[in-house]
């Protein structure tokens, strides 16, 4: 690619991060990877769970976002059921530039009224962020505004989050980059990366005399100065032991996004697309692979679960 339409469709694309989703990756399938956008989740729910997302944002374009997470959290049983802990990794690629996150998350969850529980929880990342301008062709050779070589850079990134859950309904706040850290790149470049704060809510609701049921959910995000709102309803089927659901997505101003899937086994397979309302157009959205895996896990454990399973709510 002309290193001028790069530098073009870069510059939309960071603008379309800066306006809606700033630093982070924006998964269409929300609910199915609560645990990446709120720390609180990891190990709540009494399950081993095994998740992994793949997405190809903008399709269609040369050097188009790519992003894939993976990560397993569970209940650590051995302290108490109260506790949970998670490990993921997050890369994301844009271009010339890449970035990647290692984090490990802590949650800790106490009984609140009958059914619910809350749980508080904390995150620690190492994210690197990698500038490769090796294969650029610049209309001007040694051009000091370009890295002439990969550059990159390490920083220590934190989190932090809130989350309420109950058969019916949950809901979380979270903070991620709690100190806005910045990324110094080599001696020229640098990234300040803004705090995102993160609401999530949900429910489920049982439609009497039928196999479906319908899970609604909502997710804001802002780094107080710009925001998106996503709203999203899923109808679920359920059939010996089967789940199969269709849903539908809204971001006011953004995109639209339809969603398929199913359970079998606790095995749960996803996708959606994501087509823009505006800027690149509908048929230029993004594609997305949700995967998790779900299991008991009674190694330390001794009785039952002492709540319900609701990642799937």
């Given at each position: ?225 710009s925001w998106r709102e996503d709203l ?82």
């Amino acid at each position: 690619m002309h290193v001028r339409t790069l530098i073009l469709l870069t510059l939309l694309l960071a603008h379309t991060r800066a306006a809606f989703a700033q630093w982070d990756v924006q998964f269409s399938d929300f609910q199915s990877l609560k645990s990446f956008f709120n720390p609180a989740v990891s190990g709540t729910d009494g399950l081993l769970n095994v998740g992994a997302a793949y997405s190809i944002q903008m399709a269609g374009y040369d050097d188009a976002p790519v992003s894939m997470f993976a990560g397993v959290d569970l209940p650590i049983y051995f302290l108490s059921p109260r506790h949970g802990a998670g490990l993921s990794f997050t890369n994301d690629e844009l271009g010339i530039f890449k970035t990647q996150r290692m984090a490990l998350q802590y949650s800790y969850n106490m009984k609140m009224g009958q059914n619910g529980r809350l749980a508080i929880g904390l995150q620690g990342a190492m994210m690197n962020e990698t500038i490769d301008a090796s294969d650029m062709e610049l209309e001007q050779d040694n051009d000091p505004s370009f890295p002439s070589s990969s550059v990159d850079g390490e920083r220590v990134d934190f989190g932090a989050g809130i989350y309420y859950y109950h058969p019916r309904l949950w809901a979380g706040l979270s903070c991620m980059h709690v100190t806005s850290p910045t990324l110094n790149m080599g001696e020229k470049y640098e990234i300040e990366i803004s705090r995102m704060y993160y609401f999530m809510s949900g429910c489920n609701i049982k439609i009497k005399n039928t196999l479906l049921s319908l899970q609604p959910a909502l997710m804001v995000q802002t780094d107080m100065q710009s925001w998106r709102e996503d709203l999203q309803c899923k109808v679920f089927y359920e059939f010996e032991g089967r789940k199969f659901y269709a849903g539908v997505g809204y971001s006011p101003g953004t995109s639209v996004t339809a969603m398929v899937g199913g359970n079998f086994h606790g095995i749960q397979l996803g996708y959606s697309y994501q087509a823009y309302t505006g800027g690149v157009g509908l048929q230029n959205g993004a594609h997305e692979i949700v995967f998790n895996y779900k299991t008991d896990l009674d190694l330390f454990k001794k009785g039952k679960n002492m709540h319900k399973s609701v990642r799937f709510l």
